[in-house]
């Protein structure tokens, strides 16, 4: 059961690593990304990043999908990481029985597109038009989708956030 | 309640705390006293804290260098009367450790704490052919 898929634009960071496990209590993290799935050179400094006790998965997104839905998986508490609310919304929308919650924590302050193009949500949220495009598509899903930086703050609906967009 | 005390030459002390903010969100439960800035006596700030720890409190001092003066000075404040936890050496993984601990912190703890700390603490070399993370059968299991 992926207990929550987070966009993080910094995939597995210090944060990510010592306190969502525990606040989650999940088991194991898969990294949804097709770029950290074919680069030795990510996938190990990743792997350097997951914390100790927690399994680590790093995989495509379309792989991930199959992760999500796999009964061995049912229940086990997993976390899901993904760079983009694009890739996001790819897994949430192929498995939304198996997703608990979607996390829009930070996006799009990396990602080298054009800024001029970007909306930004809320501060450390920098959605593309593709990213903007999935944020709301999520919160069609039926499945809550918040944002949510560090286990000690507020925790806010993405829906709330893109209202006040207008 | 768990309070620590951090005490270092320069602004280690501080720099540590503001990470620690950074990452938890949260550094109240640290005081931070950057020694040697200025001509003043830091030992009175540490008295302070030694003094303010009660019973039930799980409370740590963090100094930076085994054998220098600020370790020297705290450890001949005697901590240990006041059922305070002395370490020395102080980096971030080790205040972080303390900090976000399952376990009551008694000094056995601690010297766990600070032993995965010490391992942690290591030149990065990647090895890019183990990243490999295994099948999704070992994920499972």
């Known amino acids: 059961m992926i207990v929550q898929i987070r966009v993080d634009d910094r995939l597995i960071h210090g ?10 209590n999940t088991k194991g993290i898969v990294v949804a990304n097709d770029h950290a799935a074919h680069d030795k050179t ?49 897994v949430a929308s192929n498995c939304k029985d198996n997703v608990q919650g979607v996390n829009i924590a930070n996006a799009g302050r990396f990602d080298r597109s054009d800024d001029a193009q970007k909306v930004l949500l809320t501060t450390g949220v920098n959605l593309n038009p593709e990213d903007l495009e999935a944020a709301r598509k999520l919160c069609e899903l039926g499945i809550p989708v918040i944002h949510q930086v560090g286990t000690t703050d507020p925790r806010t609906k993405v829906s709330d956030l893109l209202a006040k967009l207008g | 309640m768990r309070k ?13 705390k503001s990470a620690v903010g ?17 001509e003043s006596d830091f030992t009175p700030q ?8 009660q019973e039930g409190d799980e409370a740590v001092v963090f100094t930076d260098l085994l054998g220098g003066s600020v370790c020297n000075k705290v450890t001949q404040m005697h901590p240990e009367r006041y059922g305070v936890i002395h370490v020395t050496g102080v980096n971030l993984i080790t205040v972080l450790g303390c900090l976000l601990s399952d376990e009551p912190l008694t000094p056995e703890v601690v010297d766990g704490v600070v032993e995965t700390g010490a391992s942690l603490i290591q030149r ?10 295994g099948s999704d059968g070992d994920f499972f299991a």
């Not at chain 2, 950074?22 to 640290?30: E, G, N, P």
């Not at chain 2, 990065?124 to 993370?133: L, Q, T, Y």
């Open chain 1, 15 to 24: 944060q990510v690593a010592l306190l969502w496990g525990k606040e989650l």
């Open chain 1, 42 to 90: 990510q996938a190990a400094t990743l792997k350097m990043a997951c914390p100790q006790g927690q399994k680590l998965l790093i995989r495509t997104v379309e792989d991930s999908i199959k992760v999500a839905n796999d009964p061995r998986g049912k229940d086990m508490r997993i976390f899901m990481l993904t760079q983009t609310v694009a890739d996001a919304y790819e």
């Open chain 2, 4 to 16: 620590f005390l951090i005490a270092s030459h320069g602004r280690v002390a501080s720099g540590i």
């Open chain 2, 22 to 38: 950074i990452l938890t969100h949260d550094d109240s439960a640290i005081t931070a006293v950057d020694c040697y800035l200025d």
């Open chain 2, 46 to 53: 540490i008295q302070e804290f030694l003094d303010s720890v």
């Open chain 2, 124 to 133: 990065v070399a990647v090895d890019e052919e183990e990243a490999d993370d």
